[in-house]
């Protein structure tokens, strides 16, 4: 996969065709396969002040019947690190395509930066930083040269300070060694550090990044998460898709789930947890019923059982009850303890239990 970047109107963006090679257009240019403009008012209520994104009832059918996204309502809260999860070919892609204006909804709206799009894309895209799939970097350039290229093709940019601009963005990926590199000497991973760069060049109100951590070593991916919550903690909204549930729970805030083009939970993380019900406190004992009795003793919920050998496992829903205490209890009633954790769900059991399926990512 290679990848590309908007970050301002001159910039170029990708898109594939049904056949699924990729070309190239102008960022807001109307994609080849359009066929029917957006039309009626985003909803009766005005899209939330409070919301970097907004899309109600966005759909995209592509050429053949096939529906990649299916009436999507989605609210991405200003300054959070939002997580669009789901599975390959789930939608994802599709969906960040109509924002930037790669690709023109068959129905509903969508705006970004409280401005409608494609008609405000203009005034939008010099204030969002966006990753996504395509080629946009010139081979035989080097990756400070690409940045430069983009950065003067920016009407916003001043050209006096791209240079400072260019070697900040190659710094803050890491890039700054390679800088003077080739391009086509890129690994894939350079290439994604230098689209995050690239989408990193000017301050940014909104970053649109579509999996970007595709292709990197684990080193990597621990950084662009690292550059994910840093950009986020200076005001930047990050809207993130990822088919990984573990990525998506280190960096994000809030989390939409796709799942066949429709969403089927959009929550601030912490609710999304809450919903796969409450953290429990395991106790590993070869004293199973005075365990069990101290925890219903502290009016712990839902005490089982698991009989083990040498050990049971008793465990029950923490509630309100330090932990701390639970162990002091134990203690002080002459259980013997050999094991003691608290476990939460994790988004994969949320998963599970809203959908009722498992998280296949060959979907
Ligand atoms: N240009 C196109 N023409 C026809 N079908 C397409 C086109 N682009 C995407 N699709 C189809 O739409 C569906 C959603 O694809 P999309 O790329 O949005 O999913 P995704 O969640 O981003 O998956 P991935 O992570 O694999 O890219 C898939 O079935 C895909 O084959």
Do not use: W
């Not at 909803?43 to 050429?63: E, H, M, W, Y």
């Not at 019947?65 to 609210?75: E, M, T, W």
């Not at 939002?82 to 599975?87: D, R, S, Y």
């Not at 109100?205 to 991916?221: A, C, F, K, R």
Request: charged share 20%; proline share 8%; with cysteine.
């Amino acid at each position: 996969m290679s990848t590309q970047t908007t970050g301002g109107p001159p910039l170029l963006a990708g898109d594939r065709d049904p056949a699924g090679a990729a070309r190239t257009a102008p960022a807001g240019a109307a994609p080849s396969e359009d066929r029917s403009p957006v039309s009626g008012p985003l909803g009766t209520a005005p899209a939330p002040d409070d919301c970097s994104i907004v899309t109600r009832g966005l759909t995209k059918r592509f050429r053949g019947g096939r529906v990649a996204v299916d009436d999507l309502d989605l609210a991405v809260p200003r300054g959070s690190v939002f997580g669009f999860l789901g599975p390959n070919g789930s939608g994802k892609t599709t969906t960040i395509r109509m924002l930037l204006g790669l690709v023109t909804p068959t129905s509903g709206r969508c705006e970004v930066l409280g401005e409608s799009i494609p008609a405000g894309l203009p005034a939008v895209l010099p204030r969002v930083g966006a990753l996504v799939e395509g080629p946009a970097f010139h081979p035989y350039l080097s990756g400070e040269a690409n940045l430069l290229r983009l950065d003067a093709a920016d009407p916003t940019a001043d050209p006096r300070t791209a240079r400072e601009r260019v070697g900040l963005a190659l710094a803050r990926v890491g890039l700054s060694a390679a800088a003077r590199k080739r391009y086509r000497a890129y690994s894939l991973g350079m290439r994604q550090r230098l689209a995050l760069a690239a989408a990193l060049l000017g301050p940014r109100d909104l970053l649109i990044l579509d999996e970007p951590t595709n292709g990197l070593d684990p080193q990597g991916t621990r950084e662009v998460r690292a550059l994910i919550r840093e950009v986020a903690a200076e005001g930047t909204t990050v809207f993130v898709s990822s088919h990984l549930l573990a990525e998506v729970e280190q960096m994000c805030s809030h989390i939409a789930v796709m799942r066949s083009g429709r969403l089927v939970a959009q929550e601030p993380i912490a609710e999304f947890r809450r919903a796969g019900g409450p953290p429990r406190v395991t106790v590993e004992t070869p004293d199973a019923a005075a365990a069990a009795e101290v925890l219903r003793g502290l009016g712990l919920a839902a005490v089982r059982t698991a009989v083990g050998a040498p050990d049971a496992v008793v465990s029950a829903d923490l509630g309100d009850v330090p932990t701390e205490r639970i162990c002091a209890e134990l203690v002080a009633r002459g259980v013997a303890v050999r094991g003691l954790a608290v476990c939460r769900p994790s988004l994969e059991d949320v998963f599970v239990r809203l959908t009722g399926e498992g998280f296949d990512v060959d979907g």
